[in-house]
């Protein structure tokens, strides 16, 4: 699929999709042709589209859009990147911080992009889990960095608003490729990223 910038994403919202949001409005019990909610059915499709316009992107070409040859070879980290998915299971937000490092070899990626891959594993029906390894895969398997870490942290709206009613639990999930599988400096990420 062509790579567009998430703003230039063009959404369509089709009938179809407005009459099943207008059957659910009406079946919730209310009235779907009060003024407040004449346009619920549209606006509610086209949210839903938007957060899950990460289908209709590539993750690869982002990352390729914006790779240079150079030679540094530290740790690049990216830290306190917000994030906004839907769990897979009850369609709920998700929402909270990735933090993304890596090692170049040979090729860095231009910041930016890094933030966008995560968009676009974000705005797609997720559990945590892939998604921390959506954005881990990516970027290791495109880059081919010495390594890469990202870790994730966030609060699950099924958990709050629903089901356990729980408000301060966060879920940390990680995953680390190449030269962050070993200790030390898997650990000089986490004491950089305040873990
Ligand atoms: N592992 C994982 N679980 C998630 C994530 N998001 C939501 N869940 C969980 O998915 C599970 C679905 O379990 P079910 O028992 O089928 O659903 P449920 O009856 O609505 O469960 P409760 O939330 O416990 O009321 C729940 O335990 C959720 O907390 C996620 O990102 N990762
Ligand atoms: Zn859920």
Redesign the pocket.
């Known amino acids: 699929m062509p790579y567009k910038k998430l703003e230039e994403y063009n959404i369509q919202v089709t009938d179809d999709v407005k009459n099943r949001y207008k059957s659910i409005i009406e079946e919730l019990g209310e009235d779907t042709t009060r003024d407040g909610l004449l346009k619920t059915p549209e606006r509610a499709a086209k949210a839903m589209l938007f957060l899950t316009q990460g289908y209709h992107q590539d993750p690869v070409e982002v990352l390729k859009s914006a790779m240079f040859k150079e030679s540094y070879n530290e740790m690049v980290i990216v830290k306190d990147i917000e994030l906004y ?1 839907l ?4 369609m ?1 937000p ?1 929402f909270g911080k990735a933090h993304i490092a890596y090692i170049p070899n040979g090729n860095i990626v231009g910041l930016s992009k890094l933030p966008r891959v995560v968009d676009i594993f974000a705005r797609r029906l ?6 921390t390894e959506g954005v881990l895969d990516c970027i290791n398997d495109t880059l081919k960095p010495q390594g890469v870490a990202v870790v994730i942290e ?1 609060y ?1 709206m ?2 709050m608003m ?3 009613q729980k408000q301060n639990s966060v ?1 940390t ?1 990680s995953g680390f490729r190449g030269q962050f599988e070993k200790i030390e400096t898997r650990n000089e990420f986490l004491k950089l990223i305040g873990k």
Not at 126 to 131: A, K
């Open positions: 998915s769990c897979e299971h009850h709920l998700f997720q559990v945590q889990e892939r998604l966030a699950h099924c958990m629903r089901g356990v879920t999930t």
